[in-house]
């Protein structure tokens, strides 16, 4: 019975979630109709949603005569979700409402502390005039190896970091429930739910910027493997993926950063475009290895620009193709959320982890969908 009566404020709650005008109340009858539950069924689903504070019942306008029926909207500002990117050069936070509809943004330059990813929220949280008090969870990113309870085992870019239980700090000084995976890994994952892996179940994620980082979603599941080592090919020792790689970061020749290349790149520059080609031919051995292991179904690659024109695709496919014999491989296809997919995916992952907890229902399905949607994209 516990199963039936939850799967039925599932369905109650998805139907005025999914509905296209986001505050407008929905009638018993159209609820009814909309799920295919019975009308008395409806009503004590909507009850019990009531009393936990995810419905509010309104009183919709009627233009005959007679009591208007009772209609009810999903009470998505009831509950918030927050989503951290922690990096060495600053922090990124994003708050969701429980619909999954971003409502607060904030992007901090300041040296990466374990304070910041508090202050980080309440700054997103006080810019939109938000009530903290309404959190239910947080996903945090940060780049290194974690352990499932939020211990950071070892970070290159945040060795200052190491040893602590991330997850434990942060809670406690937001008094919630936080769930810290590594940031490519969230990246991954974001592109395969919501971003150019959508569609696909199994995603291999190459990103290229300051390092070159590779993360692996199976069955649309992070892998992370007996250690949590899954795509850390850096720390084979002795491993460079580039002749220019200095303890896992790229030096780059013709310009000073990744993101400076690839755009004097498609704008023509011709060392540039060099540059890219013999960095492309360097990785292909690697990254051919991964897809023999892996066989995914699409490769989605960051290179740092807002729209890849193929200044980076074209040659790093055509690097790969010269190291593989048999003809089936993947599409290899640009990132569609760009440098929001580790936040997006630090969000998402506090959504798919605290589900029960947020939502006080079981089994709800974490709002990805809606994540990437209805707001301007972030500077």
């Excluded at 029960?356 to 209805?374: A, E, H, N, T």
Aim: proline share 6%; glycine share 10%; net charge negative.
């Amino acid at each position: 019975m516990d199963t039936v009566r939850g799967a039925n404020q599932v369905a109650c709650l998805r139907f005025l979630a999914d509905t296209d005008q986001a505050d407008a109340a929905q009638t018993v009858g159209v609820i009814s109709a909309g799920t295919g539950l019975s009308r008395p069924t409806v009503h004590a689903v909507l009850d019990d949603l009531v009393e936990a504070g995810l419905v509010e019942p309104t009183e919709p306008s009627t233009a005959g005569p007679g009591r208007p029926a009772r209609a009810f909207r999903f009470a998505r500002e009831a509950g918030l979700v927050a989503g951290v990117d922690l990096g060495p050069r600053g922090v990124r936070a994003i708050i969701c409402d429980l619909s999954g509809s971003r409502v607060a943004y904030t992007e901090l330059r300041q040296e990466p502390t374990p304070d910041l990813i508090r202050y980080a929220v309440h700054t997103a949280a006080s810019d939109a005039s938000l009530d903290l008090e309404r959190l239910r969870g947080v996903g945090v990113a940060l780049p290194g190896v974690i352990e499932p309870n939020g211990y950071l085992r070892a970070s290159l870019a945040l060795p200052e970091l190491v040893g602590l239980q991330i997850a434990d700090v942060v809670g406690q000084d937001l008094g919630k429930p936080v769930a810290v995976d590594n940031d490519i890994k969230l990246a991954a994952l974001a592109e395969q739910r919501v971003g150019a892996g959508r569609g696909y179940s199994d995603v291999v994620y190459l990103q290229i910027g300051q390092r070159l980082s590779v993360s692996i979603v199976l069955n649309g599941v992070i892998r992370q493997g007996r250690h949590r080592l899954a795509g850390e090919l850096g720390a084979q020792r002795g491993m460079r993926w580039t002749r220019n790689a200095q303890r896992g970061q790229l030096i780059w020749a013709s310009h000073p950063t990744g993101e400076e290349v690839l755009t004097a790149a498609a704008q023509g520059d011709v060392s540039a475009r060099e540059e890219i080609e013999d960095f492309c031919a360097q990785i292909a051995g690697r990254i051919a290895t991964v897809l023999l292991t892996v066989d995914p179904e699409v490769v989605v690659v960051r290179g740092g620009l807002a729209q890849d024109s193929g200044v980076l695709l074209r040659p790093l496919v055509a690097a790969v193709e010269k190291e593989l014999v048999f003809p089936e491989r993947p599409p290899f296809v640009a990132s569609a959320l760009g440098r929001e997919a580790v936040v997006l995916g630090a969000v998402g992952n506090a959504f798919d982890r605290f589900g029960s907890d947020i939502y006080g229902v079981k089994d709800y399905p974490s709002p990805w969908y809606r994540i990437p949607l209805d707001s301007p994209r972030f500077p």
